[in-house]
Every structure is written in structure tokens, then in C-alpha cells.
């Protein structure tokens, strides 16, 4: 996989603010649709975030994929809001809304939508846990549609 990209911070009276592309292509390792030739895979992301004081965020992103290789998503819409714990005296906790539309792709999924919400608590400088709740409904391309409830708990480890 190769990865370049360009990052831009910028520091201003509301917050800070990250702005980034992304560009990922990878070897011919992975099918085309009909699982007759390998193709390559490839996708541009733009992903922004940017800090409202020091209660708020909020982020956007959006990406778009090749469709040579078999891809679910072609195109991927989301946005967010990121409430920071200083509200309650936790600066390194923080919850999560987001919501996320992905399109296109080549293996029957017409669209999908994702709901999100999660609580991240940092147990000290190093190590974090977040609960995580996500609603997901897919729409396929034959008009049926498939929907439920994602539950999850990870664990960060940052040195």
C-alpha cells in the first residue's frame, strides 16, 4: 500500500483546525467484481475537523474509491460533532456524534447510513476505553434492505 498526503493545522481565535487529504493506492492483489482479474485499489479522502472553543468540534469528511477492484463504497459522506470532557472536568474524555453516508461500490449494497454515538474515557495519559453504539441500515440494489444495531468497546493504547 503507498499513502502521501497533505496536512494543514491552523490555530485560530475559535480552535484548532486540521485539514487533510489523503491519497491510498495499493498493489493488484484484490479482485475485480467477477473474481476474474486482480485489480489495484485506490481512494482520495478529505477529512476536516475543526475545534468551536474548548466545549465543541466538529468534523466532516469525505472520500471516494475506484470501483476497478470489487468496492462496497464508492463515495463516503460523513459528519460529526465531538463534545469535549471539560464540560465535566475531564479534559482527555470526550463523546461522539456522527453520521455517515456511503454510495456506489459494485457488490449489490446500493447505500448504507450509519449512525453514531460513543463515550471515550481515558483511564490515564496512555491508555483509553470507548463505548460505542452505531445503527446501520444497508439498501441493496435488488431493493431489499438489511438494518440493525452495532455495539462495540475498544481499547487505545498511545505512547
Not at 18 to 39: A, M
Not at 101 to 120: P, W
Not at 124 to 148: L, P, R, V, W
Request: glycine share 12%; net charge negative.
Amino acid at each position: 500500500m503507498q499513502a502521501s498526503g497533505v496536512s494543514y493545522s491552523l490555530e485560530s481565535e475559535i480552535g484548532e483546525g486540521n485539514y487533510r487529504t489523503l491519497l491510498v493506492t495499493t498493489s493488484e492483489d484484490f479482485f475485480n467484481p467477477e473474481g476474474s482479474s486482480e485489480e489495484s485499489l485506490g481512494a482520495l479522502s478529505l477529512p476536516f475537523d475543526q475545534e468551536l472553543g474548548d466545549l465543541l468540534g466538529v468534523w466532516i469528511r469525505f472520500g471516494w474509491a475506484r470501483d476497478d477492484a470489487a468496492v462496497y463504497w464508492e463515495s463516503l459522506y460523513s459528519g460529526g460533532i465531538n463534545i469535549m470532557g471539560n464540560s465535566w472536568q475531564r479534559s482527555d474524555d470526550n463523546i461522539g456524534i456522527g453520521y455517515v453516508y456511503l454510495e456506489g461500490g459494485n457488490m449489490g449494497i446500493d447505500n448504507s447510513q450509519v449512525f453514531e454515538t460513543y463515550y471515550r474515557y481515558a483511564l490515564n495519559e496512555h491508555f483509553a476505553t470507548t463505548a460505542d453504539i452505531q445503527y446501520m441500515k444497508d439498501c441493496m440494489n435488488d431493493a431489499s434492505n438489511s438494518d440493525g444495531w452495532i455495539f462495540g468497546v475498544r481499547l487505545t493504547v498511545e505512547m
